[in-house]
């Protein structure tokens, strides 16, 4: 496993070559902490509130890429849902982003971890941009090693 | 003997005049001979006008039928030419009003000169008595539809942490035992897998059964099941909140707390979803013998009788639910400067 020095620098790394606003890991927390999930490092980040939060499972941008083992793509916040259900997602109005795309970590078959990357203005995540997420997180940070599941 | 007699004919003048009560007088073969100003004032102009030159069935124009016991609108032995008389001492008819529509009416009608057959007819408005039943009927519905929601609530809460999650307990204690059994990196591996999963899913149903209806309501009181509850909102929305009580652990019935828990919780909830604050105020505390609380941010507000964002039934329940232990809920906000709301329930009866 990488230590947390080599998950910062990652994700500081990917946000400057792929200029996101923001990027953000969440991973389950060991045994002693209930193998909560929560959002664990953040690149960009306005504040740490993101990372006091609790991720459930199947609720949030993090629970559901849990839950689901799929991308999910956000490509305007506003159009996404009823705005008023924002609150839900709390990350998403903490870091005020406005297209988010999220994308699974795999480790020995199961979802490990979610990589998020996010930009402050609407429709500038893309299928393109969410496809090159994909591929960062399939050749280095979510190559946890499940990388056949990866492809499947 | 005389005075008494005009004093008498004067009351009863002042009676016919003033009164509230609709009076008309029938003769013999049913035609109007007169009728006070309150008679007048709740029949239609047309209505009044053939009651007035005495014209043949008038009063069916306005009457829309008695309450009998078999139709709550009948016409059938009407009580102007019925043949058993003595059961008009008091009954419902409905009349056609004007400006109101049709309206029930409680009536009495009865002969009072038996040689000329002169009968009267006196109505008492009954919709003001009405609505005071339906809303008294509407508040006991309602009172039983949450007590039965809140003990169907504690039923599955306590299902599920008592059978659901003791089973998945023990499977995952089960689970921790197999690494006495085998010495396989392999599966001890998949089972710590699987440990994690369980955990998490007992977590999860945990969470469930305190949501549903927090243990710590009925067995620790208020301060210990908002305090539980606050953290569990802090954890999932990463906003902080200000809990101050001066209850001291003091318990109140169980109707009473529910009503502040669940107040409390929509509140807070209502903070979180509208005011776009990272804090929220909560401020339990007993003054003027009466159980009081305080949920306060400083967030976006909104301006009284907007469009509500929601459903608007949220602010609308915790008026209902503080109704029914005679409590009153008061919100104050304005635009930029944030939310109150107040709820106030009086102590012992």
């Given at each position: 496993m990488r230590n947390y020095a080599d998950y910062q620098t990652q994700i500081e790394q990917l946000r400057s070559a792929a200029q996101y606003d923001f990027v953000a890991i969440a991973l389950v927390e060991p045994a002693e902490n209930q193998y909560v999930l929560k959002w664990k490092y953040g690149a960009g980040n306005l504040n740490d509130r993101f990372k006091k939060v609790v991720l459930k499972s199947g609720k949030g941008i993090a629970g559901i890429v849990y839950k689901t083992g799929k991308p999910l793509l956000i490509k305007n916040v506003s159009g996404f849902e009823d705005p008023t259900g924002l609150f839900n997602y709390p990350i998403v109005t903490f870091e005020k982003l406005r297209s988010i795309g999220a994308v699974p970590l795999w480790h020995n078959g199961r979802v490990a971890g979610v990589l998020l990357a996010g930009f402050r203005d609407t429709h500038k995540m893309t299928d393109e941009e969410l496809e090159l997420l994909w591929r960062a997180a399939d050749k280095g940070i979510g190559n946890l090693n499940g990388k056949d599941l990866m492809l499947s | 003997m005389s005075a008494n007699n005009d004093l008498k004919i004067d009351l009863m003048t002042k009676l016919f005049e003033n009164s509230t009560e609709a009076i008309f007088f029938f003769d013999r073969d049913g035609k109007s001979i007169s009728m006070n100003p309150a008679a007048e004032k709740i029949v239609d102009p047309a209505v009044r006008k053939q009651l007035r030159e005495g014209a043949d069935d008038a009063i069916c124009k306005a009457c829309r039928g008695y309450t009998s016991s078999t139709d709550l609108q009948t016409c059938l032995d009407c009580y102007l030419n019925s043949?058993?008389?003595?059961?008009?001492?008091s009954f419902q008819v409905y009349l056609d009003t004007e400006g109101k529509g049709v309206i029930p009416y409680a009536a009495t009608f009865h002969t009072i000169d038996p040689e000329q057959g002169i009968r009267v007819f006196m109505l008492r408005d009954l919709t003001p008595q009405f609505e005071t039943q339906k809303k008294l009927h509407q508040n006991l519905m309602m009172k039983h539809v949450i007590e039965a929601q809140e003990s169907e609530r504690k039923r599955i809460s306590r299902e599920l942490h008592d059978s659901v999650a003791q089973e998945l307990l023990s499977a995952v204690i089960e689970l921790r035992a197999l690494k006495y059994i085998t010495a396989s990196q392999e599966i001890l591996n998949k089972t710590d897998e699987t440990k994690m999963t369980l955990t998490r899913l007992l977590d999860d149903i945990r969470n469930l059964s305190v949501e549903l209806r927090p243990a710590a309501l009925d067995d620790f009181g208020l301060e210990a099941a908002f305090r539980s509850h606050f953290k569990r909102t802090e954890e999932s929305f990463g906003i902080t909140i200000e809990f101050k009580s001066d209850i001291e652990k003091r318990r109140y019935s169980n109707e009473i707390e529910t009503v502040f828990y669940r107040v409390c919780q929509e509140a807070v909830l209502n903070a979180i979803k509208y005011a776009g604050v990272e804090e929220v105020n909560v401020y339990l505390f007993e003054r003027d013998n009466a159980v009081q609380l305080i949920v306060r941010d400083e967030g976006e507000g909104f301006m009284m009788g907007m469009e509500p964002l929601g459903t608007g039934l949220g602010l609308y329940g915790m008026k209902e639910r503080a109704e029914l232990v005679d409590g009153h809920v008061g919100i104050f906000s304005q635009p930029t400067k944030g939310t109150t709301v107040h709820l106030r329930v009086p102590m012992g009866k």
């Open positions: - | 043949t058993k008389p003595t059961e008009f001492a």
